[in-house]
């Protein structure tokens, strides 16, 4: 299985962005699905995580009051709104999951790293002033 991030790109501060995680083979409800992004010369950070036992958990209290993940069902896609965006949030953003069924979000952002084992190949935002 193989996970698909999408709409990533070029955006001036202030605006926003829509990026899509999805994977065909799979329905993504049924499953956590975490959102993750690196900067250049960055360590990965955790942004969010959605589960169908959960909800939404947010990894970072900085990002939660701009960013937020939900669950398309009509086009199996899990995505993360991003919204008054500036330069620091520059970066290549990646989804994953571990694909196990009915499984919680894990908790922290280490733990998530740890634990999904699939990763999109990552959509880039760049965020110019």
């Known amino acids: 299985a193989r996970l698909v991030e999408s709409g990533g790109g070029l955006v001036q501060s202030g605006g926003s962005l829509r990026l899509s995680c999805t994977a065909s083979?799979?329905?993504?409800?049924?499953?956590?699905i975490g959102w993750f992004r690196q900067a250049p010369g960055k360590e990965r950070e955790g942004i969010s995580c959605?589960?169908?036992?959960?909800?939404?958990?947010y990894y970072s209290d900085s990002l939660k009051d701009r960013f937020t993940i939900g669950s398309d069902k009509s086009d199996n896609t899990i995505y993360l709104q991003m919204n008054n965006l500036g330069p620091k949030d520059t970066a290549l953003y990646y989804c994953a999951t571990d694909f196990m069924v009915g499984a919680h979000c894990p908790a922290t952002t280490t733990i998530a790293i740890e634990n999904f084992d699939s990763w999109g190949q990552g959509t880039q935002v760049t965020v110019y002033s």
């Open positions: 083979e799979y329905h993504l409800d049924d499953y956590s």
């Open positions: 959605i589960s169908i036992r959960d909800g939404p958990t």
